[in-house]
């Protein structure tokens, strides 16, 4: 760790390892746009916009989106601009596949755009990070067999659907991560019903589903999909291509609301649900004790040969993470390890202002917390591989108004110098920051209200315009990284 002298204020200055990434994260069904073009198939989330009854809260849909399908070399001059170091985005599983499956037809055109994009980023010194799977199932699947909830049949699509890309792109990208947040695939997707594709017990709000069984199936399918595809990497790609390749988990540090007992214990199932339900198997190579507890039959067991796939089937721990709540027992939420999060403590002390989304505040204490457990649970290097900050009302503002983005800035810059005390206080070994998200984009099923960029984007030009949060992140690196 490169320890630094006296900073420009005067006081002891650290800064990182000149080899630490930074730089932009974003997900191909929120910013390409171009659905129908080239030969693209439909994804889970074109259909889940386009339904009669959509529950896209303005809804809107990503036909359009930012255009990145013909803009990219926009994207790649503005994270240039930037001075980022690496770039984050995701492959759009219908844009290569149209229909999906391992005997379907690969698409040449699909193949070709993200060549296009990997060498543009190349040629501009910005070193790819590329995730598989950002949400965006090909609908062709889910009808064909239920998507995620066929373990066979998905297992085997996706280990085909990963086999393409190491091939196709391999050579150029040496940074892989195979499904992002499975929690957040399964929670919403399958047991609350308000993402795609939509299914939960609920009804009339969900015409199909069942709450009690399909999230985690789902759950169980993802890791070894997951799983599948780490060892066809490390088995057949990793000798010629050399790169590392894992899973990235969402999760955030919640803290006791009050000191009893029992605000510990729903602490604890909490982090077991959101994240040990997968980290567990995956980076300890046992099954999460408390999601078996609150479960019981209802989670799959893996089979010997599974676990040898699963156990130890990551080279980092990709790490999202966005907010931080307090937490008591209360409820029967098992997605939430049958605890309620508040924002607010026992004795009135609250974590931060409220934004556009009503899950997220910013709490820099929080994230250097959180960092420091996953280091001491799962020991694996951390790359952030998403933070980020939808100032309140921000879709309602002018462009001036937009890009003045106080609220964002704070945010990253906070959570940037608590990332630094991880690193140099604590001893938690964090190589990376992926700011979400490179520019404003369609923000799934809260459609166009949130934005999330360090980017404006005026969707009518699809013009990007710089916030101000991007050149104090610039400034931020420029002096706290070793030269
Ligand atoms: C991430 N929560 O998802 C996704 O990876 C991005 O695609 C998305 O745009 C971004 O966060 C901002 O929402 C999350 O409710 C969505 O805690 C919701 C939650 C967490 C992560």
């Known amino acids: 760790m490169t320890r ?22 974003t997900a191909a069904q929120q910013i390409e746009g171009a659905v129908d073009e080239d030969g693209r198939g439909e994804s889970i989330w074109d259909r889940f916009a386009s339904a009669q009854s959509s529950k896209v809260q303005d809804g809107s849909n990503s036909n359009e989106t930012c255009d990145s399908y013909h803009r990219y070399k926009d994207d790649v001059r503005i994270l240039k601009q930037y001075k980022a170091k690496g770039y984050r985005f995701s492959l759009s599983w219908p844009r290569i596949i149209p229909k999906g499956g391992r005997d379907d037809p690969v698409n040449p055109l699909g193949l070709q755009y993200y ?42 699509d996706f280990r085909r659907y990963a086999q393409v890309c190491f091939e196709a792109f391999g050579d150029r990208v040496k940074n892989w991560i195979t499904i992002n947040e499975p929690y957040v695939v399964t929670i919403p997707g399958w047991f609350n019903g308000d993402c795609a594709p939509g299914r939960s017990s609920k009804r009339p709000f969900s015409a199909d589903g069942n709450t009690e069984t399909e999230p985690w199936i789902v759950g169980h399918n993802l890791m070894l999909a997951h799983a599948h595809a780490y060892q066809l990497y490390d088995k057949y790609y990793r000798p010629q291509q050399g790169g590392k390749l894992s899973i990235t988990l969402n999760g955030d540090w919640v803290e006791p609301w009050s000191d009893d007992e029992s605000s510990h214990r729903a602490a604890e199932r909490k982090m077991a649900a959101a994240i040990g339900w997968f980290a567990d198997p995956i980076f300890l190579g046992h099954e999460s004790k408390i999601m078996r507890e609150m479960l019981g039959d209802r989670l799959p067991t893996f089979t010997p040969e599974e676990w040898c796939l699963v156990k130890g089937s990551s080279d980092f721990y990709g790490c999202n993470t966005y907010t931080t709540n307090y937490i008591k027992c209360g409820g029967d939420d098992v997605s939430l390890g049958n605890s309620e999060l508040f924002f607010q403590n026992s004795r009135g002390e609250s974590l931060g202002d409220p934004c556009a989304c009503p899950w997220l505040v910013s709490c820099p204490w929080g994230f250097r917390k959180h960092l420091g457990y996953l280091y001491r649970r799962y020991k694996k290097p951390i790359l952030v591989t998403e933070a980020g900050f939808a100032c309140k009302d921000e879709h309602l503002m002018t462009r001036e108004e937009a890009c003045n983005d106080v609220e964002r800035t704070a945010y990253h810059i906070n959570y940037l110098d608590n990332l630094l005390k991880a690193v140099i206080e604590d001893g938690v070994d964090v190589r990376s920051y992926f700011g979400w998200t490179l520019m404003d984009n369609w923000e799934w099923a809260e459609g166009y209200i949130p934005r999330f960029g360090v980017t404006y984007v005026d969707f009518k030009t699809k013009q990007r315009y710089p916030k101000d949060s991007a050149g104090a992140i610039t400034r931020w690196f420029d002096k706290h990284l070793s030269a």
Not at 4 to 15: K, P, Q
Not at 118 to 126: D, P, R, S, T
Not at 127 to 147: F, I, K, N
Request: with cysteine; net charge negative; aromatic share 12%.
């Open 115 to 156: 060549n296009n994009l990997i060498n543009e980023l190349l040629a501009e010194g910005i070193t790819p990070y590329v995730t598989l799977y950002h949400w965006d199932c090909p609908q062709a699947l889910e009808d064909r067999y239920g998507g995620w909830r066929d373990k066979d049949e998905i297992v085997q």
């Open 4 to 25: 630094s002298m006296e900073d420009l204020n005067g006081h002891v200055g650290h800064r990182l390892p000149a080899d630490f990434m930074w730089g932009y994260a």
